[in-house]
C-alpha cells in the first residue's frame, strides 16, 4: 500500500477551502482542479451544466479491470463570501464568520492526493474517472445534468458523507416535493366576510390534518414553505405551501403521498376552496445488499487501508442517489466533515489522511 504525504492532502484541503464556491459560482475551485490536472498533463474533460460545469480527470489503467468512477461536489452552502481557514494540530475550522467547505472539498483533496499517490506509485490499476460535480447543494444539479454516457464506470463511490472515514452509507430515501395552490374568493374582512372564503383558513385546517414529522422509522415529512395573503382587512382569495415526503421505502412514500392528497382533497372540498397540487419526485432511494460485490470491493480496501468499515442508513439524498437511479452502483462513503452546514464546521486532519488512503485503497483493491 502505498502511502499518502500528508502534509500535501492537508494543503490541498487549505487551499481548496479558501476559495469561495457556492453553487453555480464554482470557476475558482474548477481551474484549480483544472491546473492540477494540466500541470501532471492527465486527461481533463469540461462539461457544460447550467451556467457552471461539471469535470473529470480520467487515469487510463490495464484492461481486465471494471473501470470505477469517483465523485465528489465542488459547490458548497453560504456563508461563504470569504472563508479563513484556521488549523491547529489537530483540525482544520474557520473563524466563525463562514463554513468550512469540508463538504465536500474534503473529498476533492482527497481525490488529488490520491492521483499524486497512484501516479508515482507505478502500482497497476484499471480505468478510472474522478468527476467533480457543481451545484449539488441545491438539488444535485450537476450530477442531474451529467451524461453518464461520459463514463464507462458501472461502480462508483462518492465521497460525501459526515461520520468517521470508514462508514459507508447503503440506503438513502426517496424523495418527493408538493406544491399545494389554495383558490379561495376574496371579501372585505369588515364589511362582507361572509361573501368571502379564506385560503388562509383552509390551509390551516389542512396542515394541521397532515401527517407530521417522522412518520416511521424509514418515513418523514415536513411543511417547509407557507405563501399568502395580502391584507387584514381581506378575507385572503390566494395562499400556496409546499412540503416534502422521504422514506427508504418507495410503497411508503406513495402510501404517505396518497394520504397527503385525501387530506388536501377532502378539506377543500368541504371549504369549497379549490386546490392544485402539483408533485415533483426529487430523486430515487437506494439500498444496497450487504452481499452486493460493490460491498466486498469496499471491505477489501478497508483491510488494505487499515479503517474498520461500518455502515449506515440516511435520511438525506446526495449525487449517490442520481447514480444508482441510472443504474451505476453506488456507495456514499464518509470524508470526517464534521457540524457541516454551520459556521462550527471543522475537520480533523486524521480524516483527511484517512479519505485519501481509502480512495487509493479502493483503486488498488479493484
Ligand atoms: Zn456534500
Redesign the pocket.
Same mark, same amino acid.
Request: charged share 50%; net charge negative.
Given at each position: 500500500m502505498p502511502e499518502i504525504k500528508k502534509e500535501r492532502v492537508e494543503k490541498y484541503f487549505k487551499e481548496l477551502a479558501s476559495i469561495s464556491s457556492p453553487s453555480w459560482e464554482e470557476g475558482k475551485v474548477i481551474s484549480y482542479i483544472e491546473n492540477y490536472a494540466k500541470k501532471r498533463k492527465l486527461t481533463f474533460k469540461k462539461f457544460q451544466c447550467g451556467k457552471s460545469f461539471n469535470v473529470m480527470i480520467s487515469l487510463k489503467g490495464i484492461s481486465g479491470k471494471d473501470p470505477l468512477l469517483f465523485a465528489a461536489?465542488t459547490d458548497t452552502v453560504t456563508p461563504c463570501d470569504s472563508i479563513k481557514v484556521m488549523e491547529d494540530s489537530k483540525r482544520f475550522f474557520t473563524d466563525g464568520k463562514s463554513i468550512l467547505g469540508g +463538504? +465536500?472539498k474534503a473529498a476533492v483533496a482527497a481525490f488529488l492526493e490520491a492521483i499524486d499517490v497512484i501516479y508515482k506509485s507505478g502500482e497497476k490499476h484499471g480505468d478510472v474517472d474522478f468527476l467533480f460535480t457543481c451545484a %449539488? %447543494?441545491v438539488g444535485l444539479c450537476g450530477m442531474k445534468g451529467f451524461d453518464i454516457k461520459n463514463t464507462r464506470a458501472k461502480k462508483a463511490f462518492v465521497f +460525501? @458523507?459526515d461520520g468517521t472515514v470508514g462508514s459507508a452509507t447503503v440506503a438513502a430515501p426517496y424523495q418527493i416535493v408538493m406544491q399545494i395552490s389554495l383558490k379561495g374568493k376574496a371579501a372585505h374582512a369588515g364589511m362582507e366576510p361572509e361573501k368571502g372564503i379564506s385560503a388562509i383558513y383552509a390551509a390551516a385546517e389542512i396542515i394541521n390534518s397532515l401527517p407530521q414529522g417522522r412518520i416511521d422509522s424509514e418515513t418523514t415529512t415536513n411543511v417547509g414553505k407557507i405563501n399568502g395573503g395580502t391584507a387584514n382587512n381581506i378575507v385572503t382569495e390566494n395562499l400556496t405551501f409546499e412540503l416534502e415526503c422521504r422514506s427508504l421505502d418507495k410503497k411508503k412514500l406513495d402510501a404517505l403521498t396518497a394520504k397527503i392528497v385525501s387530506v388536501i382533497k377532502s378539506v377543500s372540498s368541504k371549504r369549497k376552496i379549490k386546490a392544485v397540487i402539483s408533485t415533483d419526485r426529487e430523486y430515487s432511494g437506494y439500498s444496497i445488499s450487504q452481499n452486493d460485490s460493490i460491498i466486498s470491493h469496499f471491505e477489501r480496501a478497508a483491510a488494505l487501508c487499515k479503517i474498520k468499515p461500518s455502515y449506515k442508513k440516511s435520511g438525506g439524498g @446526495?449525487d449517490t442517489n442520481i447514480l444508482n437511479e441510472r443504474k451505476i452502483k453506488a456507495l456514499n462513503l464518509s470524508v470526517g466533515?464534521s457540524k457541516?452546514h454551520t459556521t462550527d464546521e471543522f475537520i480533523m486532519k486524521s480524516d483527511l489522511h484517512k479519505s485519501a488512503a481509502m480512495v487509493v485503497s479502493l483503486i488498488l483493491s479493484n
Open positions: 461536489h +463538504d +465536500d %449539488e %447543494e +460525501d @458523507s @446526495s466533515m457541516v
